[in-house]
């Protein structure tokens, strides 16, 4: 049986050619893995919004910070469900560092009738407080990043403003934030490692990020992310449509660089998300339990 699946592969090979075969072998292995495209309506980033509101739409104030907010792809659909819902108490502190970007994001916010409730600030998020240099691919693009991308063409680099989540949150007064979102391309990690010590103070519930291939130039791997709530009261879980999916420690077959949003959720938050787990066996499968 051995011998035969050995044949199968190059036989299939053969018949379809080495790039279909790739690129049919690796839509299977991202549909497997639960790596789905980055779609907001469809990748299940709407229901965590969802899920916080829930739990948290009540409390006073509501604290999000979108970091990475870009033009307000993200933000712009929160502050529809909390008009939606008729929520008010809230305020969501948007980080976008580049000047046109920003500018963009600053003119949709205050479209919005509930514009009023953001915060909107110029700087990037980081590990330490200070100034950095930010590549820009696109303009108004969503892949600019303080770590280089050497595949990509830069247009220009920009002198940037950086501040971490702990110090921001300490001069803001803010005391408990229930919702994080960083999409940084890569330097999430360094954003994580910035807002230690609410962590090491529970007063972080959620917090979402982006991990793809960008992490390679930052030198990051998501097993950073599990060391990082490895002594903290968190559980690590990739966002999937309809549930979150919660690993209890890390494996090689995770490290794949394949674009998905993840949680670092408290663990008294869990209860208020639909949760699935499973683990690798000694072929390196996952299951679902």
């Known amino acids: 049986m051995g011998f035969l699946k050995t044949l199968a592969v190059p036989m299939v090979g053969e018949v379809l050619g080495r790039r279909r075969l790739w690129r049919f072998g690796r839509a299977l292995y991202m549909s497997a893995r639960g790596d789905l495209p980055a779609e907001i309506a469809t990748n299940g980033e709407l229901?965590?919004?969802?899920?916080?509101?829930?739990?948290?739409?009540?409390?006073?104030?509501?604290?999000?910070?979108?970091?990475?907010?870009?033009?307000g792809g993200w933000t712009q659909p929160l502050l529809d469900e909390t008009h939606r819902r008729g929520l008010t108490d809230f305020e969501i502190h948007a980080f976008e560092p580049v000047p046109e970007t920003f500018q963009a994001l600053s003119e949709r916010v205050k479209r919005h009738p509930l514009g009023g409730r953001v915060h909107l600030v110029p700087d990037a998020v980081s590990s330490s407080t200070g100034a950095a240099e930010i590549s820009v691919y696109q303009e108004l693009?969503?892949?600019?990043?303080?770590?280089?991308?050497?595949?990509?063409?830069?247009?220009?680099?920009?002198?940037?403003?950086?501040?971490?989540?702990?110090?921001?949150?300490?001069?803001?007064?803010?005391?408990?934030?229930?919702?994080?979102?960083?999409?940084?391309?890569?330097?999430?990690?360094?954003?994580?490692?910035?807002?230690?010590?609410?962590?090491?103070?529970?007063?972080?519930?959620?917090?979402?990020?982006?991990?793809?291939?960008?992490?390679?130039?930052?030198?990051?791997?998501?097993?950073?992310?599990?060391?990082?709530?490895?002594?903290?009261?968190?559980?690590?879980?990739?966002?999937?449509?309809?549930?979150?999916?919660?690993?209890?420690?890390?494996?090689?077959?995770?490290?794949?660089?394949?674009?998905?949003?993840?949680?670092?959720?408290?663990?008294?938050?869990?209860?208020?998300?639909?949760?699935?787990?499973?683990?690798f066996d000694a072929s390196n499968t996952y299951d679902a339990l």
């Open 47 to 71: 229901g965590v919004q969802a899920r916080v509101l829930d739990a948290y739409g009540r409390v006073s104030p509501l604290v999000i910070l979108d970091i990475g907010a870009n033009v």
């Open 141 to 279: 693009g969503g892949g600019n990043s303080i770590d280089d991308d050497p595949s990509a063409a830069v247009l220009r680099k920009l002198p940037i403003k950086t501040v971490t989540v702990d110090a921001y949150c300490s001069g803001n007064n803010i005391k408990t934030i229930h919702l994080v979102k960083s999409d940084i391309e890569g330097h999430d990690m360094a954003a994580l490692l910035g807002a230690e010590a609410l962590f090491d103070q529970q007063r972080i519930m959620v917090w979402q990020f982006e991990y793809n291939h960008r992490w390679v130039f930052a030198r990051r791997f998501l097993k950073d992310a599990f060391d990082f709530i490895s002594r903290r009261p968190y559980k690590l879980a990739k966002v999937l449509p309809a549930r979150v999916e919660v690993y209890d420690r890390w494996h090689p077959e995770l490290e794949r660089f394949f674009w998905s949003n993840y949680l670092l959720l408290h663990e008294t938050t869990l209860k208020n998300f639909t949760v699935s787990r499973g683990s």
